[in-house]
């Protein structure tokens, strides 16, 4: 069983959410809860950053670990347009964790929630053999305005920000600047806010485990297929780095097609890479010829 | 560094919580935010749940470990007297996960969910050595009504639900009722709903790290000392494992001395343990000898 199947067998499992008040649930960057009497919806998502999958102890300080424990959620708050309200951590730490350690990833960790205004208001502590950490993040948007992955069109553009395969690159060279993007990601908050308010923006997600593979979850989820051209690399990068390579945390949008997106917000580039087509549910083409979904898929194994 | 330095570095650090909407923040059993325009109070906890720590693989079976996961966070909900509204999951799969036991896993944790009306609306999913489960888990209060730790004041009488030690009692046996009751606890949210609505409860807590410690954390949260008498000692359970085991899940908490609290509550003994004093917070009494919080630090060794 994969990480897709798992999920879609969860999601049949669970159900539509019956609590009042729950307006999106499993499959999502985020799921969205309208609590009584508000004109907010609420948005809440989970990511954990492991030791070993995500960081190791030589090459990561703690500040970088801390920051992106939490870009990582934030990442995902962005991807629906949010604004980060507040946030949780739950950590496991290992037997070589000390003081200072935890000084630093709390370091990076505050540094990146105050900046984005996500305030930590609890979490839970624990003891493991290796550092695990799980970040909850609430964000809000105004009511029944969320980007969601379900709501492209045939028809849509299709845009990506930035350039891709940084991460990728800086996880093989190890320096420089790609380094430091893949250490310290920039969730897109003020992008994602542009996109959900500005643009009109149909569909978005965080491209967090690779271009292939969260094109084709976004085609699956709005039930249609894409034809796209390569997108724009990362300087340094291969072509494969920027199709498959995970933690990008740039932003996969769609508009329609008349939308005249801008060519860059805030300096961060906006590429329209492709159009969303009636066809196979999410078959994606790059070029004329299938684009298999290679990005990172957690479970693989089982 | 222990625990309870490291939760108050971490107080000091993040300040009283600016963020808008955010009544409490880091220390609690939940952290309380009040989101624009509602009569409610939202509730967040998170917990973890680690093989190797709060179960074994030989031991403990799929389901009894989802429902236990699910089970700790509905516990703090309980200790607020909140409502459990929904929850997230992040599980993070051992090689040794298979698909048999991913679907006992969540038949377990779906199966509570469902009786506390907690819908699973999200979550990730990640590979590690060793399964580790942190549960999100939010609820509801009447604006303003949540029963807090640091509610106590000088005269009110303390209580704990049930008979203390069954979950230590389990453990060191392996077998019997006080086994079931280790493996899967009974969150007390009616109970604590009755103890916030109708009792008229001061503050409140959930016992998962035992008595000594966790009136201990309630004593120095309103800045009070405690003089108690033995408490209700599981049937078979020595006095120790009542007052230093962990993971009974029952409720700890106060009411004005005036207040005639019931013997029980829907079957579940309610006892009057000792009377809350000014003096030196967080100092604890029983048979006018000091009680040492002995109970488990998950971080004693940092």
Redesign the interface.
């Known amino acids: ?1 994969n ?1 897709p199947e ?2 879609e067998k ?1 999601r049949r ?2 159900g539509l ?3 009042a ?2 307006v ?3 499959g ?1 960057d ?2 969205i ?1 309208r ?6 919806d ?1 948005l ?5 950053l ?1 030791e ?2 995500h960081f190791l102890r030589p090459t990561h300080g703690a500040a970088d670990v801390g920051w992106k424990a939490l870009a990582r959620g934030l990442s995902d708050i962005a991807a629906m347009g949010g604004e980060a ?2 946030c ?3 950590l ?2 290992a ?1 070589w ?3 200072r350690w ?1 000084d630093g990833f ?1 370091r990076g960790l ?1 540094g990146l929630a105050e900046r984005a ?14 550092v ?1 950490c ?1 970040i ?1 993040v ?1 964000g809000t948007v105004p009511r029944g305005t969320a980007l969601r992955r379900d709501g492209a069109r045939a028809g849509d553009a299709i845009y990506v920000s930035g350039a891709l395969g940084g991460s990728a690159l800086g996880l093989a060279a190890g320096r420089g600047r790609a380094w430091l993007r893949h250490k310290r990601p920039e969730p897109r908050l003020a992008l994602g806010r542009f996109l959900r308010a500005r643009l009109g923006a149909t569909a978005a997600m965080d491209l967090s485990d690779g271009l292939s593979l969260d094109l084709h979850r976004l085609c699956a989820a709005s039930g249609l297929r894409a034809e796209i051209a390569a997108p724009p690399v990362y300087r340094g990068a291969t072509l494969e780095q920027a199709l498959h390579g995970g933690e990008d945390y740039e932003l996969l949008f769609t508009a329609p097609a008349r939308v005249r997106a801008p060519d860059a917000f805030e300096g961060l580039a906006l590429t329209r890479i492709g159009t969303m087509r009636k066809g196979t549910a999410g078959a994606v083409e790059m070029d004329g010829a299938p684009l298999p979904p290679l990005g990172y898929d ?2 693989r ?2």
Do not use: K
């Open positions: 069983m990480e798992l999920i969860l499992r669970v959410p019956r609590a008040g729950v999106l649930g499993i999502d985020c799921a809860v609590p009584r009497g508000t004109r907010e609420w809440y998502t989970t990511d954990m492991l070993g999958t309200r507040f949780l951590l739950s496991a730490v037997p964790v000390d003081g935890l709390y505050l205004g996500a305030a930590l208001i609890g979490g839970d502590l624990a003891r493991t053999e290796r695990l799980d909850v609430a957690h479970l194994h089982l």
